[in-house]
């Protein structure tokens, strides 16, 4: 069935949340993986800068400090030099003490022709320079004096420094140093080493020296010194002067590299290459970056978790909101929403119904108790929601109602129609437990009304549907509802004038039962008068219903029946003895418990016997309630109290139970007695019943003779009594009273 999807009630779907939240969380994800990224990156960039700065300085250092000791060297180198050229003593044992004296290794003596006249060491005496040879080209240069760089010596060997010094006389000393000694000196600053301390730095995972050529000169691990492999653009930033980052593999391992130029005294002299290894950064920042996204996945799976919570809850209240928990349907909530929806749509040439059905389940719940009311109704409502079409909904509104909207229809017929279905569905479910239902019918037009005022008049026509017949349908009217504002004024008025015990408002007229023989009156019909103050007359037609329904017509009943014992009274006080009063009584009253009581109470009060009084009842009342009214109808006539039928043969006939009934007469009703004007003689049936009624031991009273024409009838076939306006229309006490004075002397 139909139940919710026409208009959206569900709370937002969930989808569109989680998707954002999926979206955010891979866009958060990023950014932490991104951030802890970058995070870490700085700092291996600061980190490498600093020493990379701190390093380069040191390089820088070192560099001029092996510039200074290498010119204290040259230096020491010429000063030696200058000592050895002043001593005129140039043997073998001389110069031997004067290399011990002045901590200097060789000492070689050259005749200006360049070969060596004596030597510390006593070694190499006669060797002769050749040209291109160092020697040589000092001796040939016409210099006072030179200090070479670390050369290996051509004879020995060995590396050595060496400076020379000419003398006077064009003769010339050659003091030599050996490397080893030289690098004592300035092995502390040399650039390898600083590498290679460079690299015990955990920081460092390599460290190269490029010089001003770019050539490698120094690695840490003293390798591949040579050519470079630089990238262009690392060759154009270090050519630059510039520092140059990146992060590349470097022996299969993933670096950071800088490179950072090595200035001294304002030039460039290289440049200073450190590698981190960035192994453990990674592992950091995977590690991080996990940890990070664990946290977020966590925090959105509260999320995810928590909206979920909330939607379920949401939906569950929407649930308990616009759903009726018995019969699962929509209930009043939903229908409000729906109506005005459908309302807004009928400003256009939508044409929609209600049809409100009543499952009038009262009894049902006060016999068996409301789980069983309930049971039947649930029943109903899934046997209906089953048979429900395309463009019908049904609600469960409250109690036994229930409502089908039908969303468009053409012709009223099709309405009816569905009406009919629906009686159909339910009845063998509702009769075989003796509940009934109703239907109340509003078009939806171009009027537009609200969702109250459509349920308000269906549930008008509903209640009219019942008063007629139960299990029928009613369409609502106009009038209905103005019936029904006049009902309730007749109810309220009513009320006040039983509280009151007003007869200006509620009197008595009395209408004459003739003796059809004699032509005596027999006896009165009281027949109520209301005079509304609102309303002015209003026929008993109209407000006995209303009493009846209210129950107000007990305690009016009560009135009516004590006016009829005054008047009885009064014909009595007049010698009127055997006057009869025929009194109108409905089920309602005869079925209240305290009935005969009532009766016996209020002759007592008014202070008349009560066997004056004929007590009218309607057929259908005795069909009903047999057992009840018959049992009550003989404790009446116990009082001397006569019973009549009124409106005899317009109901069910009960001709064949008339013997057992305790009634004393019938009271043909008018609809036979106008038959007799038609003169068709299959159709008049009076004298028949009238035999009958006679043949059972009834007498007969024929009401709303209005001919002479009909009397004659009535008086040939032995009718017993006549009322109608051809004798008198009901009069006021005192005119019947004249009446009776008139016609019974
Ligand atoms: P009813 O008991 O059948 O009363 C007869 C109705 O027919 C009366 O209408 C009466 O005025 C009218 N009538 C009498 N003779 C003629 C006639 O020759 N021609 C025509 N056309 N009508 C005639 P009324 O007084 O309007 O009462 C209508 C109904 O209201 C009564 O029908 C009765 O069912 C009910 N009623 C009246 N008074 C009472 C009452 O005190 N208690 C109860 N429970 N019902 C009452
Ligand atoms: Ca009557
Ligand atoms: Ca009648």
């Known amino acids: ?86 001593e005129l003593d140039h043997s073998h044992p001389r110069l031997a003490e004067l290399a011990t004296a002045l901590e200097v290794d060789e000492i070689y003596s050259y005749s200006p022709q360049g070969e060596i006249l004596s030597s510390n060491t006593g070694l190499y005496i006669g060797w002769q320079a050749t040209p291109g040879h160092p020697v040589h080209d000092f001796m040939i240069s016409g210099r006072d004096h030179l200090v070479e760089g670390i050369r290996q010596d051509t004879e020995s060997d060995n590396h050595l420094k060496y400076g020379y010094f000419r003398m006077p006389d064009q003769r010339f000393v050659q003091i030599g140093v050996l490397a080893e000694t030289v ?27 490029i010089d001003a050529e770019l050539q490698l000169v120094a690695t840490c691990t003293y390798d591949h010194l040579g050519g470079t492999n630089l990238i262009e653009q690392a060759r154009d930033e270090i050519v630059a002067g510039r520092e140059y980052i990146t992060s590349t593999d470097l022996n299969g391992q993933p670096a950071y590299v800088i490179m950072l130029p090595v200035v001294v005294e ?42 979920y919570v909330s939607h379920k809850r949401n939906s569950d209240l929407v649930q308990s909101y616009y759903f009726d928990h018995l019969t699962g349907l929509p209930n009043r909530s939903y229908f409000n929403r729906f109506m005005q929806q459908q309302l807004e749509l009928a400003a256009g040439d939508h044409r929609g119904a209600l049809l409100l059905i009543e499952c009038h389940l009262d009894l049902l719940n006060l016999t068996f108790g409301p789980q069983y009311g309930d049971a039947v109704l649930n029943e109903c409502a899934q046997q209906l929601a089953r048979a429900c079409g395309p463009d019908q909904r049904l609600f469960r509104l409250a109690g036994g109602r229930l409502a089908l909207y039908i969303e468009s229809y053409s012709e009223q017929d099709e309405l009816i129609g569905i009406c009919e279905q629906v009686m159909e569905s339910l009845r063998g479910l509702l009769q075989a437990r003796s509940a009934e239902m109703t239907i109340g019918v509003v078009e939806i037009g171009d009027e537009c009304l609200s969702p109250e005022k459509a349920i308000k008049r269906a549930a008008i026509a509903a209640s009219y549907a019942r008063r007629e017949q139960a299990g029928g349908y009613r369409f609502f009217d106009r009038k209905m509802e103005d019936d029904l504002l006049r009902e ?31 032509n005596r009156v027999a006896g009165y019909e009281a027949l109520a008068r209301m005079n509304s103050q609102e309303l002015g007359a209003v026929s008993p037609a109209e407000f006995i ?49 305290d009935f005969v009581q009532d009766i016996k109470q209020t002759a007592e009060q008014v202070g008349v016997p009560t066997g004056g009084l004929v007590l009218e009842i309607t057929e259908s009342l005795l069909l009903e309630n047999y057992e009840v009214t018959n049992r009550k109808l003989s404790e009446l006539q116990s009082l001397g109290i006569l019973v009549a039928i009124d409106d005899y043969g317009t109901g069910y006939s009960s001709l064949a139970r008339g013997r057992e009934l305790r009634v004393n007469c019938i009271k043909i009703d008018k609809s036979f007695i106008d038959h007799l004007l038609l003169q068709q003689p299959e159709r008049m049936i009076a004298g028949t019943i009238i035999a009958m009624a006679h043949r059972m031991g009834h007498s007969v009273v024929a ?23 051809h004798f008198s229309k009901p009069l006021p006490p005192a005119e019947a009273l004249e009446f009776l004075k008139r016609h019974n002397q």
């Not at 690098?183 to 650039?191: A, I, N, P, R, Y």
């Not at 107000?552 to 009127?576: D, H, N, T």
């Not at 009401?703 to 306006?725: A, K, M, N, T, W």
């Open 183 to 209: 690098h004592e000196f300035l092995g502390k600053f040399e650039v390898p080493r600083l590498l290679e301390q460079m690299r015990q730095d955990q920081w460092v995972s390599c460290a190269r020296f």
């Open 1 to 86: 069935m139909r139940g919710s999807g026409h208009i959206n009630l569900q709370p937002r779907n969930l989808a569109v949340p989680i998707i954002v939240i999926v979206v955010v969380f891979f866009v958060a994800g990023s950014a932490i993986v991104n951030s802890t990224r970058d995070f870490y990156y700085q700092h291996v960039e600061e980190e490498s800068r600093r020493l990379a700065i701190s390093y380069a300085r040191s390089l820088a250092i070192a560099t001029e400090a092996t510039e200074i000791v290498d010119s204290l060297l040259a230096k020491k180198l010429l000063a030696a030099g200058q000592v050895v050229a002043a």
């Open 703 to 725: 009401e709303g003779v209005e001919s002479g024409q009909q009397l004659e009838y009535l008086r040939r076939h032995g009718c017993d009594l006549v009322q109608g306006y």
């Open 545 to 593: 219903p209303v009493a009846e329904r209210t129950r107000l017509i007990v305690p009016l009943g009560r009135m009516i029946v004590s006016q009829a014992f005054k008047f009885l009274k009064a014909l009595q006080g007049q010698g009127f003895r055997d006057v009869k009063v025929f009194v109108n009584v409905s089920a309602v009253q005869l079925l209240s418990d």
């Open 266 to 307: 304002g030039e460039r002299i290289g440049t200073l290459m450190l590698a981190h290894d960035l192994t453990t950064t990674h592992a950091l920042i995977r590690r991080v970056s996990q940890v990070g996204v664990v946290a977020l996945l966590f925090m959105f799976s509260v999320m995810i978790a928590l909206i």
């Open 488 to 518: 309730s004024v007749i109810e309220r008025e009513l009320h006040i004038a039983v509280d009151k015990q007003d007869e200006a408002v509620i009197c008595l007229h009395y209408q004459p039962i003739l003796d059809a023989q004699s």
